[in-house]
């Protein structure tokens, strides 16, 4: 089992920056990949960034491209996603979660944390 919370969600206008953060719990960090999906108000939750169990490797959906950066620490249990440039588009609810294996695919993910809001006004 892996606990996910994830911080740093807020309200930014546009072309500014923010930093969430994805703390983890539980079993061990470095077992697993990690995502970052985001859901905005009447659309279907989707794919945004994926990285690597030792990061070596991340991948982006093409609209955040050059603008949003994930990373991680496995000392520290946490994997970031750094958004800069933002768009009111940006605006959702974003969600980290753990799995196995390295991939883009939503309903390969195992463990979810609660959320927290992004809101880019223009």
């Known amino acids: 089992q892996v606990h996910l919370v994830e911080s740093g969600g807020g309200l930014v206008q546009a072309g500014g920056s923010l930093r969430l953060s994805c703390a983890a719990s539980?079993?061990?960090?470095?077992?697993?990949?990690l995502g970052w999906f985001r859901q905005a108000p009447g659309k279907e939750r989707e794919f945004v960034a994926a990285?690597?169990?030792?990061?070596?490797?991340?991948y982006y959906t093409d609209s955040v491209k050059g603008r949003f950066t994930i990373s991680r620490d496995n000392v520290k249990n946490t994997v970031y996603l750094q958004m800069n440039s933002l768009k009111p588009e940006d605006t959702a609810v974003y969600y980290c979660?753990?799995?196995?294996?390295?991939?883009?695919?939503?309903?390969?993910?195992?463990?979810w944390g609660q959320g927290t809001q992004v809101t880019v006004s223009s």
């Open positions: 990285i690597s169990r030792n990061g070596g490797s991340s």
């Open positions: 979660a753990a799995n196995l294996d390295y991939t883009t695919n939503m309903r390969g993910y195992d463990y």
């Open positions: 539980g079993r061990t960090f470095s077992y697993y990949a």
